[in-house]
């Protein structure tokens, strides 16, 4: 499930470089806490935030099996997965953001869901509002079709809409603030590494989404 935390770049670029290093996850678990590398005055929400990154770069790795869907070679999957944890430790910033935001497409289903379909299909159809009754249909849709989501209580799906909102809005779908801009989606400008990876892990379909681009 989404973290109120949910976007955080300085958190995974540290995990990511880590990762590059060769550290295992006990190995970065411990030299976040013990190097106090998050930099958060306290140590409770330390392991669990290394977790969580840990967790989204474990997710860009696709299946066999989804390998076998998108009819990519598994071993490229990975060497264009080591790409992007490269992009997220040592990128710039805007390839480090994407990279992280394909991270959390990869991690959790109701992300993915509200690219490919909401934000997506508007694109495509040069539809670029995307309003609170927008997210709050695509939020009714998805507690209905997904059962885990079924038990979400009122406060949890508030929660939620608010992580994916600011997600939206700090991968650059959509504006900042609170005014006309933030219900605007606005195309993305892949940067062209981020982009070859996507393309060696078959994700064609997100990256029309996320563009508004045809992509064959």
């Known amino acids: 499930m989404l973290t109120r935390e949910q976007f955080l770049p300085h958190e995974m670029r ?4 880590l ?9 970065v678990i411990v030299r976040v806490k013990s190097e106090n590398l998050f930099q958060y005055p306290t140590e409770r929400m330390v ?4 977790t969580v990154c840990l967790r989204r770069l474990d997710a860009m790795v696709p299946t066999d ?12 999957a990975v060497e264009a997965v080591s790409s992007l944890t ?13 990279a992280i935001f394909y991270s959390m497409i990869c991690r959790y289903d109701i992300v993915r869901e509200l ?10 159809n040069f539809d670029y509002a995307f309003t609170a009754v927008d997210l709050n249909a695509f939020m009714t ?16 799906v508030k929660r939620i809409k608010g992580s994916l909102r600011q997600t939206l809005r700090h991968a650059g779908l959509i504006g900042e603030g609170q005014g006309p801009e933030s219900e605007r989606l606005s195309p993305l400008f892949l940067d062209s590494d981020f982009e070859r990876a996507l393309v060696l892990l ?3 379909s997100l990256i029309a989404a996320l563009t508004g681009r045809v992509v064959m």
């Not at 990762?19 to 190995?27: I, N, V």
């Not at 690219?115 to 495509?124: C, I």
């Not at 998805?142 to 038990?151: H, K, Q, S």
């Open 14 to 17: 540290i995990v990511a470089a």
């Open 19 to 27: 990762r590059m290093q060769g550290a295992s996850d006990e190995q």
């Open 47 to 50: 392991a669990n935030r290394a």
């Open 65 to 76: 099996a989804a390998c076998a869907v998108r009819g990519i070679d598994s071993n490229i």
């Open 86 to 98: 490269r992009l997220m430790a040592s990128g710039t910033p805007t390839q480090a953001d994407q």
């Open 115 to 124: 690219v490919l379909v909401e934000v997506g299909e508007r694109l495509q």
């Open 141 to 156: 849709r998805f507690t209905t079709e997904y059962p885990d989501a079924a038990r979400w209580t009122e406060a949890t």
């Open 202 to 204: 078959g994700e064609q």
